[in-house]
């Protein structure tokens, strides 16, 4: 490759076929977030445009110098477009050379989001849920639940998924798929939300994110010592839930408190600590097997280039993708 002439182009089909695992996107994820913790990451909040009611496109800058990484995500929210038959989240990534900053690579970011989505969540329970979390609840089965299954499989010794979709064929078409991935795991279709929360050890909500929601999660249905994983914001926690929990942790506070200042979390707490500061051991994990956690991930650009840097370096090494003249 001409580096400055040319442009590696990477597909959705093209990342998928790198077959970057799960394991490995996790070590690169938390490397991202030590990093942060160190203050070493640059990472503006994420400016967004908002087009549509509850769609968005944001756009994601980060630089991690101790892994060569700097890069921005350029990705899209539209709730509507599974009528379409298109992704609810779609768009595309560049990685620039930190030292000339000509482009590298273009990429599909869909699968690069969802897996590093998933890889976060893992990372928070790996810390954060107690050591013996057997029942998860997923709440909304769509593409990133998914990842998030596969995840925290690989961090706890997880038995049963109760599973809630308010569209009951993606509760199916997700046990089918999961079933055949994780056979070990026992399956359930919850006939409602309250159903699958109420004696799960770990609960991950992936509903899309809505700007006024009406959250159907009270406090009441967390049982003790559960860990709560939000990736939809808000929209299924209400205040008095995530105000209830013991600890409340954000993947990083800037962003959190900037996406307060645009009309969310309204309702929530402020941050105990940001996931930067957990895995550099500067603030504590879980301290007691009764404690209540939630840990309010809302997806770092650092995340998206930690992952991207090796999809990249794995595609020149297998002599995948299409070079482009710049
Ligand atoms: N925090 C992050 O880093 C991050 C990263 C990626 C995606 N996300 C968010 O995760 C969420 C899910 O994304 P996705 O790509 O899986 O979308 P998706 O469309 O594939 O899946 C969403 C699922 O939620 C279901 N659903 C909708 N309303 C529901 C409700 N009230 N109760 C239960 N289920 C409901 C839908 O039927 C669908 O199956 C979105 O909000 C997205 O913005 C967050």
């Known amino acids: 490759m001409k580096k400055g002439k040319e442009v590696l182009y990477l597909s959705g089909a093209d990342v998928r076929k790198i077959g970057l695992s799960m394991a490995e996107t996790m070590e690169a994820v938390e490397q991202a977030l030590f990093e942060k913790g160190r203050g070493n990451c640059q990472m503006p909040p994420k400016p967004g445009i908002f087009t549509q009611p509850d769609a968005f496109i944001h756009a994601m800058p980060a630089y991690i110098p101790a892994l060569g990484a700097a890069g921005l995500k350029w990705v899209a929210g539209y709730p509507g477009n599974t009528r379409h038959g298109l992704p609810y989240l779609n768009g595309l990534l560049i990685l620039n050379c930190p030292e000339t900053g000509v482009p590298l690579a273009v990429m599909d970011c869909v699968w690069i989001t969802a897996q590093r989505t998933g890889a976060v969540s893992g990372i928070a329970a790996k810390y954060l849920a107690r050591q013996d979390s057997e029942v998860l609840a997923i709440i909304g089965c769509g593409v990133q639940a998914r990842t998030q299954l596969e995840a925290l499989a690989l961090v706890r010794r997880l038995k049963v998924v109760k599973c809630y979709d308010i569209n ?159």
């Open 168 to 326: 009951p064929g993606q509760t199916s078409l997700f046990i089918e798929e999961m079933k055949a991935r994780l056979p070990h795991l026992e399956y359930v279709a919850a006939g409602s939300a309250r159903e699958a929360v109420q004696e799960a050890d770990i609960v991950v909500t992936a509903t899309p994110i809505l700007k006024e929601p009406r959250p159907p999660i009270e406090l009441g249905w967390l049982k003790e010592g559960v860990l709560g994983l939000p990736i939809d914001f808000d929209s299924y926690w209400q205040p008095e839930a995530m105000q209830g929990c013991d600890k409340f942790y954000v993947d990083d506070e800037n962003q959190f408190e900037y996406y307060r200042t645009l009309g969310y979390f309204r309702g929530a707490p402020k941050a105990y600590a940001d996931l930067g500061q957990l895995v550099t051991g500067k603030v504590p994990a879980r301290e007691s097997e009764r404690e209540r956690i939630i840990s309010m991930n809302l997806g770092l650009a650092i995340e998206d280039m930690a992952t991207a840097i090796r999809i990249y370096q794995k595609a020149l090494e297998q002599g995948i993708g299409t070079l482009l003249p710049l």
